[in-house]
Every structure is written in C-alpha cells, then in structure tokens.
C-alpha cells in the first residue's frame, strides 16, 4: 500500500473534516475507537441526498440495528433488490435523459432515484 492508510481529508463544502481508511487494521481502529472517531460526517455528506441513514448510527444503536440490517442484506434479498428494482429505476431515470446525450445527474438521476 502506498502512503498512509489512515488519512486526514479536510472539510470541503461542508464544517466538518474526516478521515480516510484504507487498510483492515485501520478501519478496525476506527470502528472500535468512537471517542476518536465519528461517522457524524455522513450527516453531511449523504444527509442532503438520502436522509438520515445507518452510517450515523454509533456505539450502542449499531449493535442494536445489527440483527435487523442482517437480514435485509442477505445475499438472495440482495439480488432479488438489485434486478427486480434497482436496475428497473435506474434504467427508467437513465431512458428520460439518455436521448440527449447529457445530463445533470445530481439532479436528474441521484435526487430522483433516492425517492423512486
């Protein structure tokens, strides 16, 4: 791996700054170190786009939400998202810009399929 794994990434657009993690060992110091690290930034980041979400979840709710997450992301209901939904949608949002060759996807293709 080339240079450090664990890197500060200064706040851009948004009054928070965060890390980046790279490697297992990192992420695992992360994960089990909540007075050092938080996933608050995500408000920022995804809050706009997707709401509130588990990412923000820290400490005690995480391990709280897990046995429900489980079982929404088995591998079978995972596929089943991914043909009989996921890919519907973004076929449709795509077909409605495609034919003019350009597009604002933030506004044309992320915004819309968060609310499909």
């Not at 007075?35 to 706009?48: A, C, K, L, V």
């Not at 077909?95 to 350009?102: E, I, N, S, T």
Request: net charge neutral; with cysteine.
């Amino acid at each position: 791996m080339v240079g450090n794994p664990l890197t500060e990434t200064p706040a851009q657009n948004i009054d928070v700054a965060g890390v980046t993690v790279l490697g297992y060992d990192e992420c695992q110091t992360v994960l089990t170190h909540p007075d050092d690290f938080s996933s608050s930034i995500y408000e920022h980041i995804m809050g706009p786009v997707m709401g509130r979400t588990l990412l923000e979840k820290e400490g005690a709710s995480t391990t709280q939400a897990g046995p429900l997450c489980r079982r929404c992301f088995r591998a079978k209901l995972l596929e089943r998202w991914r043909t009989e939904l996921v890919e519907v949608v973004v076929h449709e949002l795509i077909d409605r810009f495609a034919p003019r060759g350009r597009a604002d996807l933030v506004r044309e293709f992320t915004l819309r399929s968060r609310c499909r």
